[in-house]
């Protein structure tokens, strides 16, 4: 099993920026990719970034590529969020998961999810 709770969310104002993290403990050696999810009111969860360890690669929906950047402490076995520029659009519950194969962009690639942590971005 792979335990995963995700932290920082709050309330920010538009144009601000959010750290999320994602702590993982457990097997987590089985673990070949952590991928960042996120789903606002009234819309289907949507992929928005995952980093690949046995690939050493990064990955990020359109919507958030050159503002959004995942990086790893892996001494600490968490993977963070750095959200910048946020939007009103960036509103949503985000949640980490924890996926067996190298990549998938697919809820369905996903093994574990953590809780959500709620992201807000008001005006």
């Known amino acids: 099993q792979v335990q995963l709770v995700e932290s920082g969310g709050g309330l920010v104002q538009v144009g601000a920026s959010l750290r999320l993290s994602c702590a993982a403990s457990g097997r987590t050696f089985s673990t070949y990719t952590i991928g960042w999810f996120r789903q606002a009111p009234r819309k289907e969860r949507e992929f928005v970034a995952a980093s690949s360890r046995s690939r050493g690669t990064t990955y990020y929906a359109d919507s958030v590529k050159g503002r959004f950047t995942i990086s790893r402490d892996n001494a600490k076995n968490t993977v963070y969020l750095q959200m910048n520029s946020l939007e009103a659009e960036d509103t949503a519950v985000y949640y980490c998961?924890?996926?067996?194969?190298?990549?998938?962009?697919?809820?369905?690639?996903?093994?574990?999810w953590g809780q959500g942590t709620q992201g807000t971005v008001s005006s």
């Open positions: 998961a924890s996926s067996s194969v190298y990549y998938g962009s697919n809820t369905q690639s996903y093994d574990y």
